[in-house]
């Protein structure tokens, strides 16, 4: 059975999945709009990633995107016509912001890695989206920036996933400037991993989503979360938990398979568990 069958998954859906190999490839579909974070793109994003979260087949996340652009960031147009509610639009915003910024987090909870494949321009929760994968491939066409201050909007949420993935000071020039960052630019920030000819982002973000599916997904799982912990403490409580964390692993079935086939000079055969 596909995944298009099995979530009633139709060409019109605001995010489409398609499995292969142990890689789930989510694909923004709002080509049209360029992929603007609508609350319904949004709230699709977030089921597919809960989605995946229980689906012990899926090893890896490919997220891309239909179209010129990865993503326009959130859509002006939907969040301007709140402008004649009673409240001037103040609780729609709210929701919209909580809601996307739920799904931001779910990402980085989710325990497959996760790649983003971005061609065009991924732009203000855009680029938030592509600064809270934990890896992503950039055509060498695509740009990057927080345009909000543009408009008389500061990318302030963009801005708490873009300042965990650069220098501050490049993070504060994107942010006060409104300027795009090229694909190499982006690179030497380190908000991409590797820039590859126009057109190939997926296929490159595929190759390495593949290298990753050969790993025992209980070790990624450990990995990825042990990763964003410690990020949030001090130098002693990282150690400490890393140290506590190194303990655990030692002791799961994959861990005393991996070293057994280093030891042995063979192939590990992971039980994901």
Same mark, same amino acid.
């Given at each position: ?5 099995? *979530? ?6 605001? +995010? ?7 890689? !789930?490839? =989510? ?12 609350? #319904? =793109? ?17 090893? @890896?996340? +490919? ?19 709140? $402008?004649? %509610? ?5 609780? *729609? ?28 321009? @991924? ?5 938030? &989206? +592509?600064? /809270?994968? %934990?890896? #992503? +491939? ?15 909007? *500061? ?7 873009? /300042?965990?993935?650069? #220098? ?7 942010? &006060? ?16 991993? $590797? ?5 190939? !982002? ?5 190759? &390495? ?7 025992? /997904? ?42 057994? !086939? *280093?030891?042995?000079? $063979?192939?590990?055969?992971?039980? %994901?568990?």
């Amino acid at each position: 059975m596909n995944d298009k069958t099995r *979530f009633g998954e139709t060409a019109d859906a605001e +995010v489409l999945r398609a499995d292969k190999g142990g890689i !789930a490839t =989510l694909t923004l579909n709002r080509a049209a709009a360029r992929n603007a974070l609508s609350l #319904a =793109l949004i709230d699709a994003l977030r089921a597919s990633i809960d989605a995946i979260a229980a689906d012990r087949q899926v090893r @890896a996340v +490919v997220l891309a995107a239909n179209g010129p652009a990865f993503s326009a960031g959130h859509d002006l147009k939907e969040l301007t016509a709140h $402008r004649g %509610d009673p409240d001037r639009g103040r609780a *729609f915003y709210a929701e919209a912001m909580r809601r996307c910024a739920t799904m931001m987090q779910a990402i980085v909870a989710l325990p497959q890695p996760v790649i983003a494949a971005v061609e065009g321009v @991924a732009t203000a929760a855009g680029c938030q &989206l +592509v600064a /809270t994968r %934990d890896l #992503a +491939v950039a055509g060498e066409a695509a740009s990057f920036g927080t345009p909000g201050v543009n408009i008389g909007l *500061f990318c302030s949420t963009p801005m708490v996933a873009l /300042t965990r993935n650069v #220098a501050p000071k490049h993070a504060m020039e994107l942010l &006060l400037t409104g300027e795009l960052a090229d694909a190499p630019a982006a690179y030497r920030m380190g908000l991409v991993n $590797r820039v590859v000819a126009r057109g190939r !982002a997926l296929a490159a973000a595929h190759a &390495l989503a593949a290298t990753i599916a050969r790993k025992s /997904t209980r070790v990624l799982a450990i990995g990825k979360k042990v990763f964003y912990a410690q990020r949030e403490m001090n130098l002693a409580e990282a150690y400490d938990y890393a140290a506590d964390v190194m303990v655990q692993n030692m002791l799961v079935r994959d861990a005393e398979e991996g070293i057994g !086939a *280093f030891v042995e000079k $063979r192939e590990p055969k992971w039980q %994901d568990r």
